[in-house]
């Protein structure tokens, strides 16, 4: 069999050719033969045949021994030698691609390759920092579990009575296809590597100094992506793409926790913000003097619970008091809760009317026309499990009602969340027990200045910008953690 050159063109195309899911492949057919292109000087030059994404070593000689091989293997994990599209995916999941001289993203990281700056115009550089995030990314996403629960979900599609029952059918379509995005994005990225890498030694080979400056500038924003890619990996639980709503309820301390309760609700406002995600107040109860008993607000984008997940807890505050004369040191709570909103696409927990007990009473607040004059706001009680949620905030009573009702079906949703799946402790924390002893993080203004986490030992000297929405550092650190723990668990 002639030696194979599975190459794609310098124009990016997709991982997937044409009707590839309405077409059965067999293993052989993949390795058609190709013959290399030649250059005017007589160099071998990668074909510019498109590839479906299929890559196995590109440029290794396929022999029939090697063919068999691949169809035992796949045959050991109950794949047919023939399959359509989502068996082929499986597949190529499972196999690691290659450059056309053999060099694999486990390579690059064995062949240890210094890391310099990204300033550094070292290719090797670039590419084995890019190699280590790949690397990073699938045991973060458990790349062979994600495999097996892959087909055992490809499996089930291909049951014929699976749309018997609709409500599970729907869970395992949408299962199947997150599983499918994630690993195709992760495949894709490796591939891209791959490709520059080529792109790079062929221009050697040819003193195309354009191409490898261009190949160069691709690895370069890689890894910069790379880094990004990190962080969504660490964002793979069920709900972790869903909105949220986040909740401050001030602790002991009085007047001072209410203040530091409004500082917390605002510093979850401007990082929002910062992050490009919607912001909306559900309800809010101001304090008597300053500050707030509590508040929630809506924070609508994407992944916004997976980030904010990572404040659950008591936030402790150490400050001079504005509050008090003597100017002494006092020490506040506040505790934040964040509740996931789930979508369409998921189950949601059945609420009769009949179950509900509404209440109408006038908004307070510093009012204006309409707002105090009217029974406009709504507090709602599920009687079943006393779970409540109020509105106040918007004009009239319908809408406070619809807002209230959002926040009611998120709050029994994740009860019953938590109920099948124990996720309480993971996603959330009771707000009855904010005080010393149970805080997650303490931000001291005085007698020195510092925030910390407890959680991670995370700290940063600027305790202004963590206030005003610089969370990032905290959240990150906290998710790394978590990751960590999760793999070192048995």
Known sequence: MPAIFLR?????????SPNCALRTFSIRSLFSSATPSKSQ????KPSRIRSSGFVAGSCSRFGAGWVHHLEETLGKSSCPVRFGGLRLFVAQAAIEPATSDGLTVAGIISNQWTIFEESESDWKSHAAAIAQSISLIKRRLQWKKMLVRLELLSAQ?????????????GKISREHGNLMGKMKEVMEFEQELLEHIDMIKLAREDNDADLESESLKALIRMRRLSKEKELEALLAGEHDSCSCFIEVQAGAGGTESMDWAAMVMNMYKMWAQHRGYGVAVVDEMPGEIAGIKRATIKVDGQYAFGYAKAEVGVHRLVRISPFDSNKRRHTSFAAVA??????????????????????????????????????????????PTGVTATCQNERSQHQNKASAMSVLQSRLDQLEMARQAQMNAQHTQSLTDISWGNQIRSYVLHPYRMVKDLRTNY???????VLEGDLDGFILSYLSDLMDKDEASP
Do not use: M, Y
């Not at 794609?8 to 997937?16: D, G, K, N, T």
């Not at 000087?41 to 071998?44: H, Q």
């Open 8 to 16: 794609r063109s310098r124009v990016r195309s997709s991982w997937q």
């Open 338 to 383: 964040v509740i996931p909103i789930l979508g369409e696409g998921f189950s949601h927990v059945q609420i009769n009317e009949s179950d509900l007990r509404i209440e109408r009473f006038r908004a307070g607040g510093a009012g204006g026309q309409h707002v105090n004059t009217t029974e406009s706001a709504v507090r709602i009680v599920h009687i």
């Open 157 to 169: 599609l291909d049951k014929p009575d699976l749309w018997d029952d609709p409500q599970h059918a």
């Open 41 to 44: 000087d007589g160099v071998r």
């Open 459 to 465: 700290e940063v000297s600027d305790p202004d910008s």
